[in-house]
């Protein structure tokens, strides 16, 4: 069950922008994701919860999307996030720069499968101006990094797994039909065999 969730939790870059997720779906979020282990169970990781429309569109100016498609900037009026989990670092209990990353990996992880259960989609965004979105959002950088921002919302775009092509490249992309195609490396790619 875990495998079938995990393949159908692709990156969502589409939403349907008027059905609006709620300040509590996504406490509920950051509640699952604040019970993930941590390093040195130091649990660093703070969240700030972006839900109203005004402040939305705000964060969405913060942000650029999709790395691998460089002529597209970003989803259009309609179709952005209803919501954000911003997820920062508190720099005074932080063990180290390599221990949030892995904190923030296993909570990202888990707010993606915790809202593709609720129905809704996300995509983390790791490109987006710090100065800016603290300024937007309040956040006092002495104490707190912004390292993340989740956009979600109910999914408007099919995204699909295809074998990584033969030349190796990793470059996701959209065919004609808007339909998101993100290659994987085979299982025997991935496995290292033992001597």
């Not at 990996?105 to 603290?134: D, H, N, V």
Request: glycine residues 6%; charged residues 25%; contains cysteine.
């Amino acid at each position: 069950m875990l495998h079938d969730a995990v393949s159908q939790n692709r990156t969502c870059r589409r939403f349907y922008e008027n059905e609006r997720i709620d300040r509590d779906t996504l406490v509920d979020l950051v509640d699952t994701a604040r019970l993930v282990p941590s390093s040195g169970n130091r649990q660093p990781l703070k969240y700030c919860v972006v839900h109203d429309p005004a402040l939305c569109a705000r964060v969405f100016d913060c942000l650029s999307w999709a790395a691998a498609l460089p002529d597209w900037p970003g989803p259009d009026q309609g179709e952005r996030p209803s919501g954000y989990l911003v997820i920062l670092h508190d720099k005074t209990l932080v063990l180290g720069e390599l221990f949030t990353a892995w904190d923030e990996g296993i909570a990202l992880q888990t707010i993606m499968l915790a809202a593709r259960e609720k129905g809704y989609a996300a995509c983390p965004i790791g490109a987006f101006k710090k100065k800016s979105l603290s300024e937007v959002l309040g956040i006092d950088r002495e104490t707190l990094e912004p390292d993340l921002v989740v956009a979600l919302g109910r999914p408007r775009e099919e995204a699909v797994i295809e074998a990584m092509p033969t030349d190796g490249s990793p470059a996701y992309w959209r065919d004609d039909a808007q339909v998101h195609h993100v290659p994987k490396r085979s299982l025997d790619e991935v496995l290292i065999a033992q001597r």
